[in-house]
Nanobody, 124 residues
Framework: QVQLVESGGGLVQAGGSLRLSCAASGRTFSSYPMGWFRQAPGKEREFVAAINWSGSSTYYADSVKGRFTISRDNAKDTLYLQMNSLKPEDTAVYYC?????????????????WGQGTQVTVSS
């Protein structure tokens, strides 16, 4: 069974940091761009960050630029999101996915259904 499993979420105070991980199993996504998305209560899922297959290019939503860093380790089939200077508005369930391309700073043609995600809660 092909899966992308997110982990690393938790409760943190504003200004704090968290590092999310997304581990692939059942197949490798090392040749595909990957990204992070999030969904806050009552809102639609939104793009957060994306990275090309080699890790040489990264893309961010304006709301997280300068605070979040996306990276990947293809040898471990794992995607990461380092989140610093967290704000209460970053509170959401965070999801990862792989896609076929990055265009207009967005990850397109997603390859997987959505997993369980990992909850990030930032208290003020």
């Amino acid at each position: 069974q092909v899966q992308l499993v997110e982990s690393g979420g938790g409760l943190v105070q504003a200004g704090g940091s968290l590092r999310l991980s997304c581990a692939a199993s059942g197949r490798t996504f090392s040749s595909y761009p990957m990204g992070w998305f999030r969904q806050a209560p009552g809102k639609e899922r939104e793009f957060v960050a994306a990275i090309n297959w080699s890790g040489s290019s990264t893309y961010y939503a304006d709301s997280v630029k300068g605070r979040f860093t996306i990276s990947r380790d293809n040898a471990k089939d794992t995607l990461y999101l380092q989140m610093n200077s967290l704000k209460p508005e970053d509170t959401a369930v965070y999801y990862c996915n792989a896609g076929r391309y990055i265009s207009s700073n967005r990850l397109g043609a997603l390859l997987q259904g959505w997993g369980q995600g990992t909850q990030v809660t930032v208290s003020s």
